[in-house]
C-alpha cells in the first residue's frame, strides 16, 4: 500500500517535471524562431487581426461596463467619506493598475486562446502537424511564433483601450449619470495616473500574453499527449487551456504587482 | 550485389506494453514501387513513418544507401529527407488554406522559389491532376477523389526522390481508386521517383508494385514480386490474400 502509494506520488512527479519541460522548450523554440529570418509578415498580420482587432467590440462593451460599474461602486463608496471627487483617481488607478491588463487577459483568452488551442488541437488530430514535418517545416515556428508575436503586439493595445474605454465609462456612471463635477473627474484621472502605473499595467500586459499564447498554443498542440483521442481530446485541451491560462494570469498578476509596489 | 536505397534491419518498435515492429527486415529498391501489405493495425503505418522521420526504432537500424540512419550526419539525414514525401491516409490537407495554398505550400515555406515559379509549378501540378477551377476552393468543398488528388499533388510537387503512400485509395469507389492507381503509376514512371505504398487494394495495387512485402505479426512474412506473391506457399499470404483467416 505505502510502496504504491510512493509510486504513484513519483509518477505522478515525474510526469509533472516532463510537462514542464515539454512546456519550456516549446517557448524557448518560439521564442527563438521570432528571431530567425525570415520574418512571417503575413502570418503574423493575420493573427494579429485575429487576435486584436477582432477582439476590439468585447474589449468595448468589457471597458464600458466596467468603469461604469467601478464609477457607481466607487461613488458610494467614496460618498461615505467625502471623498467623491477622487472618483476618476479610484477608478482611473484600478483600471490602470489591476482590471485592465487582467480583464483584457482574461477576455482574449477567452475569445482568442481557446481558438488558438482547438485549432491546433484539430491540426494535431487531423496529422496537419505531422504534415508539415513531412515537409520539413518547423511547425512551432509555424504555429506558435506568429501568434507569439502577434499577441505580444496585441495585448498592450487592448489593454489602453480597455483603460481608456473603462476611464470613459466611469465618467459616464460618475459624472454623467451621477452628477460628478466633470472637471474634477478628469483633473483627478490626470493628476493621479503616473507613468509608472502605465507601464506597470503594460508590463503585466506583455507576461500575459506571453502565457496566454504559450499555454493555449501548448495544449492544442500536445492535444494527444494530455488527453487522448479524437474531437473529445480537442475539447479537454480547449478547456484546460483556458482554465489554465486564467489562473496563471491571476498567479503572475500577484507577482508581479508585488514587485511594483 | 545492388544496395537496396532503403534497408530495414531487425527494426523494433513498442508502443506502451504493445510490440508493433518485432525485429523488421525489408528492402526498397530505387526507382521501383514496392507495396506493403497487411491486415489493419500491424504496424504498415508505423513502419512508413519510420522512413520519414516521423518515428524512430526502440532497436535494430534503417539504412539509406547502406548507411545506417544513426551514423549520418545531420545535414545528410536533412538532405535525405528532403527528397522524401508522404502521401497520409486522410490526405493531411490544411483545411483552413485553399487547395492551391496547401499546394504551394512546401515550396513556399522551403524553399527559395520566386513566386512566379511558385505558381508555374503549383499550376503544372494542379492541371495535371485535374483539379483546375478547384485552386481557390477549400478541402472541405471537395469530393474524397479530388481531396486524395490535392494530397497527391502536394506531395509531388517538390519533385521528391522517394514518395510514401499510406492508403491512398481508402475511402474512394472502384472507379476512383483505379485513376489513383494509375496516376501513381503514370507519375512515378514519368518522373522516376521510388514509391512505397501501404494499401490493402489486393490484387489491383500489384498491377502497379514491382515489390510487395507482407507485414503481419510485427514481421516481414513475405519479400517479392508480384509473381511470387501469387506463387507463394506462406498459407498467411495465400489467406490474406484470399480475405481469410490464416
Redesign the interface.
Known amino acids: 500500500m505505502f510502496i504504491k502509494s510512493v509510486e504513484k506520488t513519483g509518477e505522478t512527479t515525474i510526469r509533472l517535471l516532463e510537462s514542464c519541460g515539454r512546456l519550456l522548450i516549446f517557448f524557448a523554440t518560439g521564442g527563438i524562431n521570432v528571431f530567425i529570418l525570415p520574418v512571417q509578415f503575413s502570418k503574423i498580420i493575420d493573427h494579429t487581426w485575429f487576435i486584436g482587432v477582432k477582439s476590439f467590440f468585447v474589449i468595448v462593451l468589457t471597458g464600458i461596463f466596467t468603469g461604469m460599474v467601478l464609477g457607481l461602486q466607487g461613488y458610494y463608496s467614496l460618498v461615505k467619506f467625502g471623498s467623491e471627487a477622487g472618483l476618476g483617481a479610484a477608478v482611473a488607478l484600478t483600471l490602470v493598475r489591476e482590471l485592465g491588463p487582467v480583464l483584457t487577459a482574461i477576455m482574449v483568452t477567452a475569445r482568442a486562446g481557446s481558438a488558438m488551442a482547438a485549432?491546433i488541437g484539430?491540426?494535431r488530430i487531423?496529422?496537419?502537424i505531422?504534415?508539415l514535418?513531412?515537409?520539413?517545416?518547423n511547425p512551432i515556428r509555424?504555429l506558435f511564433t506568429p501568434r507569439l508575436i502577434a499577441s505580444v503586439i496585441s495585448f498592450p493595445l487592448l489593454t489602453s483601450l480597455f483603460n481608456v474605454i473603462g476611464i470613459l465609462g466611469g465618467y459616464l456612471s460618475g459624472s454623467i449619470l451621477i452628477g460628478i463635477n466633470q472637471y474634477d473627474y478628469m483633473d483627478t484621472v490626470i493628476k493621479n495616473v503616473d507613468m509608472a502605473d502605465i507601464n506597470g499595467g503594460f508590463l503585466k500586459s506583455l507576461v500575459f500574453s506571453l502565457i496566454v499564447t504559450t499555454l493555449c498554443c501548448y495544449r492544442g498542440y500536445y492535444t494527444h499527449l494530455f488527453s487522448g483521442f479524437g474531437a473529445r481530446s480537442v475539447s479537454l485541451s480547449t478547456t484546460n487551456a483556458v482554465v489554465q491560462s486564467c489562473i496563471f494570469i491571476l498567479i503572475s498578476d500577484y507577482i508581479i504587482t508585488y514587485f511594483l509596489v | 550485389m545492388v544496395v537496396p536505397f532503403i534497408q530495414f534491419v531487425d527494426v523494433k518498435k513498442r508502443f506502451k506494453t504493445q510490440e508493433v515492429l518485432k525485429g523488421v527486415h525489408l528492402s526498397i529498391h530505387r526507382g521501383e514501387i514496392t507495396t506493403i501489405i497487411g491486415k489493419s493495425g500491424t504496424g504498415k503505418s508505423v513502419l512508413l513513418k519510420h522512413i520519414i522521420g516521423l518515428m524512430h526504432p526502440d532497436s535494430g537500424h534503417i539504412l539509406i544507401n547502406g548507411e545506417p540512419v544513426h551514423l549520418l550526419s545531420r545535414e545528410k539525414i536533412k538532405a535525405f529527407q528532403k527528397k522524401l514525401s508522404y502521401m497520409f491516409q486522410d490526405n493531411a490537407l490544411f483545411d483552413s488554406m485553399t487547395i492551391y495554398e496547401n499546394i504551394a505550400l512546401p515550396l513556399a515555406e522551403n524553399r527559395d522559389y520566386p513566386r512566379n515559379r511558385i505558381r508555374e509549378k503549383v499550376m503544372n501540378q494542379i492541371t495535371e491532376l485535374g483539379l483546375l477551377g478547384s485552386e481557390e476552393k477549400f478541402p472541405a468543398q471537395l469530393s474524397g477523389g479530388m481531396r486524395k488528388r490535392a494530397a497527391l499533388a502536394r506531395a509531388l510537387v517538390i519533385d521528391p526522390e522517394v514518395v510514401l503512400f499510406d492508403e491512398p485509395t481508402t475511402g474512394l469507389d472502384p472507379i476512383r481508386k483505379k485513376n489513383v492507381h494509375t496516376m501513381i503509376k503514370e507519375h512515378q514512371k514519368k518522373f522516376e521517383f521510388t514509391a512505397v505504398i501501404v494499401s490493402h487494394d489486393i490484387p489491383d495495387i500489384f498491377n502497379i508494385s514491382q515489390r510487395i512485402a507482407m507485414l503481419d505479426e510485427g514481421l516481414i512474412q513475405f519479400e517479392g514480386s508480384k509473381q511470387e506473391v501469387l506463387d507463394s506457399h506462406s498459407t498467411i499470404v495465400n489467406a490474406f490474400i484470399r480475405g481469410e483467416e490464416a
Open positions: 485549432e484539430v491540426m487531423s496529422e496537419q505531422d504534415a514535418k513531412t515537409m520539413h517545416i509555424f
